[in-house]
C-alpha cells in the first residue's frame, strides 16, 4: 500500500498466539504427591494427554497383600 505522500505504509501484524504449554509428566506426580496421593500408574497418550491412575494406601507404603509375595517371601526364609 502506498499513502499520499510516496512513503510505504506496512499492514498492522497480528499479535502472536503463544500456544500453551503442555503440563510434564514429572509435574503430574509432583502434583499428586502434593496432595498425598499414591501413583498406582501413569500413561501419556499420542496426543501427550497424561493419566493417573491412584492406588490404595497399603501399595503405596510396601504391604503388599498379593499371594505370589507371601510365598516367595516364604521361600526367601527357607533358604538361609
Known amino acids: 500500500m502506498r499513502s499520499g505522500r510516496g512513503h510505504a505504509v506496512r499492514e498492522p ?3 502472536r498466539v503463544r500456544r500453551r504449554r503442555r503440563p510434564t509428566l ?3 506426580l509432583k ?3 502434593a496432595i498425598g496421593r499414591p501413583v498406582k500408574s501413569a ?3 499420542a496426543d501427550g ?3 493417573l ?3 490404595n494406601e497399603s501399595a503405596a507404603d510396601g ?3 498379593n499371594d505370589w509375595d507371601k510365598k516367595l517371601e516364604e521361600l526367601a ?3 538361609h
Do not use: L
Request: net charge positive.
Open 53 to 55: 491412575v491412584f492406588g
Open 43 to 45: 500413561t501419556i497418550d
Open 13 to 15: 501484524q497480528h499479535p
Open 26 to 28: 514429572s509435574a503430574a
Open 49 to 51: 494427554k497424561i493419566t
Open 31 to 33: 502434583a499428586a504427591r
Open 63 to 65: 504391604t503388599n497383600d
Open 77 to 79: 526364609r527357607g533358604k
